[in-house]
Nanobody, 121 residues
């Protein structure tokens, strides 16, 4: 069973830094796109950023310029970093990864359980 385990959340002051990590484990032969999403109270889940296997990135409008996504293919890991957090960044952050069981298998979508980030003003 593929598992995505997030770490690094918690309480941060506005203007402070955050680094989230997500490690993917289980029976996978290759990881495709990886991403971070977030869901604030009473709001829909939204994209924060995606990163392809080759390192190409894409950011949601609220994250552009303040968040950086990266990945380590050797560790099956994806990271999210910010040095300029705002109270509106308070949300549960979810790790997302597309993975193949075998090279001939299609990519399947997997989600982490989510990790809480609270930014105080």
């Amino acid at each position: 069973q593929v598992q995505l385990v997030e770490s690094g959340g918690g309480l941060v002051q506005a203007g402070g830094s955050l680094r989230l990590s997500c490690i993917v484990s289980g029976p996978i032969s290759i990881l495709g796109d990886m991403a971070w999403y977030r869901q604030a109270p009473a709001k829909e889940r939204e994209l924060v950023a995606t990163v392809g296997r080759g390192g190409n990135t894409n950011y949601g409008a609220s994250a552009k310029g303040r968040f950086t996504i990266s990945r380590d293919n050797a560790q099956n890991a994806v990271f999210l970093h910010s040095d300029d957090l705002k109270p509106d960044d308070t949300a549960v952050y979810f790790c997302y990864a597309e993975a193949k069981f075998m090279w001939s298998s299609p990519f399947e979508k997997h989600w982490g359980q989510g990790i809480q980030v609270v930014v105080s003003s």
